[in-house]
């Protein structure tokens, strides 16, 4: 066996590892108590489904909405602060939306400093006045719309820059207003790209515990969760994660199949760059306004309040607890990225050197993590090997009267396998975007000098794709570093990371001592923002911008 069929077969284990927990939720799903499910149907399953679904409606929609206008607005006017405004609007998505929900709560709940700045300008006591409360179905619905909408920004944004002025002046030259050119003839042209955002916001939707959780919103990733850890009672979990599984799969089939009906922006034999109209007056603040009003909500509040949170809270971040916190999550997500990655190269490899139907099969089934919540993918690999476990140690304590306790179940290697099966499609459209820019001579010129199989992927297409790789890196550290569904169900007992503690501390109601693991979650979450917003701030990179915008949000 050539040393290029190894590589391509290290490629099938990667996809292996990716599909199975899916596989094995869906299996002890099936496997489980029928009265079990039946019950679950009857009594949970409506109002789970009925919550998720208003949540997905409100958030896919806003999303659009938001990150379409504001793309817009930045990418076809000038206007006071329009060029740190673009680069601004990207910066709520290094917030994981469970920290979101902790600053907000602090500063909106009863307690908090609006409601008590309240009571003391007018006099009025607790029941004197209504005020929306924050824990709440639509309280969960705002602070993920604020930390997800730059998912569409980052693609509309892309899509906007590409398109040719020319559909747009001819609407123009015929009569139309700027807005009624925008709705009719720019907007339809970016549709794909707005809704492969709003897509990537309601699969986070989905998939989203800890802001759910916190506002106690019910909805498939709360039940999950309830029933392994307060029911006890894993074929419920399980077949909670069927429903959820089938759930994000019918969005993500929807997607495809109207984005293959749909044409998508492009350059065109003749492109126009858009000449960029100064708005003054009341419409340039009116565009500031908007632009800012998302900054303001997804970044600039929550950071301050979490700021003053974290200064009166007494945690000391250099204290040996928060250290070995720091120090856990850093560990596994580091292993994670670099593992993950590798898969990803190994994948990409495969599919360049032989693009067969069977490669882009490959692709897709290990890409299939992100349309599958962290906690399905937890409960996946836990049921088979709790199982596993429980035989080891039954045969070890039969044969040899050895307690091997939890081998597979007690270790964080599980925790790597989940991550590197929810996270391997960002990896993956990090890499690919960096090999696009390779032509496939290189390919067949490296293979005249003698550079096949593993020479040619490490002398070739890696020294290319080098900045490619280090973003999927980068990528798949902090969306490690932020993953909390995965991470409560599957790290041991005596492994803490920051994601967990700031969600305990936060459900035992102790939010300012949670707001310091948060802050540290943010700083991470910025780093891979940083690059991007680096490549946002280039305006002759339009292509490249798109493509990393693009590998950005897949995760």
């Given at each position: 066996m050539t040393t290029e069929n190894l590589l391509h077969r290290l490629a099938w284990v990667v996809v292996a590892v990716c599909v199975a927990p899916i596989l094995a939720a869906v299996l002890a799903a099936f496997t489980g108590d029928m009265q079990t499910w039946s019950e679950v149907l009857s009594t949970v399953m409506?109002?789970?489904?009925?919550?998720?679904?208003?949540?997905?409606?409100?958030?896919?929609?806003?999303?659009?909405?938001?990150?379409?206008?504001?793309a817009w607005l930045v990418t076809v006017y000038r206007f006071p602060g329009v060029r740190w405004l673009e680069v601004a609007l990207a910066l709520p998505l290094a917030f994981p939306a469970y920290v979101m929900a902790y600053a907000y709560t602090y500063l909106l709940d009863h307690p908090g400093p609006v409601q008590t700045l309240l009571r003391d300008v007018t006099g009025w006591g607790p029941r004197d006045y209504w005020f929306p409360e924050v824990r709440s179905l639509g309280g969960a619905a705002l602070m993920l719309t604020v930390v997800l909408y730059p998912y569409v920004y980052l693609l509309a944004r892309a899509s906007f820059r590409q398109q040719s002025a020319n559909a747009f002046l001819v609407a123009r030259t015929l009569g139309r207003s700027p807005a009624q050119a925008f709705l009719r003839v720019a907007l339809p042209m970016a549709r794909p790209a707005i809704a492969g955002g709003a897509l990537l916001a309601v699969m986070e939707t989905i998939a989203d515990y800890g802001t759910v959780a916190f506002f106690n919103v019910q909805t498939f990733a709360t039940g999950i969760y309830q029933a392994w850890f307060s029911l006890g009672d894993r074929p419920a979990a399980a077949q909670l994660s069927l429903c959820l599984l089938a759930f994000a799969l019918l969005v993500a089939g929807l997607e495809r199949a109207q984005r293959g009906r749909a044409r998508t922006a492009g350059r065109g034999v003749r492109f126009e760059a858009m000449e960029r109209p100064r708005l003054t007056g009341a419409a340039g603040w009116l565009a500031f306004g908007l632009c800012l009003l998302p900054v303001l909500l997804g970044f600039v509040i929550p950071v301050v309040m979490l700021g003053t949170m974290a200064f009166g809270s007494g945690q000391d971040l250099l204290s040996p607890r928060y250290v070995g916190l720091m120090r856990n999550s850093v560990t596994v997500a580091g292993v994670a990225a670099v593992l993950t990655v590798i898969g990803a190269v190994l994948i990409g490899f495969r599919a360049r050197t032989r693009p067969t139907r069977t490669?882009?099969?490959?692709?897709?089934?290990?890409?299939?993590?992100?349309?599958?919540?962290?906690?399905?993918?937890?409960?996946?690999?836990?049921?088979?090997?709790?199982?596993?476990?429980?035989?080891?140690?039954?045969?070890m304590e039969a044969r040899f009267g050895i307690d091997t306790g939890l081998l597979i179940t007690g270790s964080i290697w599980l925790m790597v396998v989940a991550y590197s099966a929810r996270f391997m499609a960002a990896a993956l459209n990090a890499y690919d975007s960096g090999m696009a820019t390779i032509p496939h001579h290189y390919d067949a010129i490296g293979r005249s000098l003698g550079q096949s199989g593993p020479r040619l992927l490490w002398r070739v297409h890696l020294p290319v794709a080098r900045a490619s790789v280090l973003t999927a890196l980068l990528i798949v550290f902090v969306d490690a570093m932020k993953e909390l569904p995965a991470t409560l169900i599957l790290h041991p007992f005596n492994f803490q990371t920051l994601a967990v503690q700031a969600h305990r501390l936060a459900a035992d109601e102790r939010l300012a001592e949670a707001a310091v693991p948060s802050l540290v979650l943010v700083a991470f979450g910025l780093v891979p923002v940083a690059i991007l917003c680096r490549s946002l701030g280039s305006e002759g990179q339009g292509g490249r911008a798109a493509r990393l915008g693009t590998a950005m949000t897949a995760g």
């Open positions: 409506p109002r789970y489904a009925r919550t998720t679904l208003i949540l997905v409606v409100i958030v896919g929609g806003s999303t659009a909405v938001i990150g379409s206008v504001t490669s882009k099969l490959i692709v897709l089934g290990a890409g299939m993590g992100y349309a599958v919540p962290g906690g399905v993918i937890a409960v996946g690999l836990m049921v088979p090997m709790a199982a596993l476990d429980n035989l080891i140690d039954a045969a």
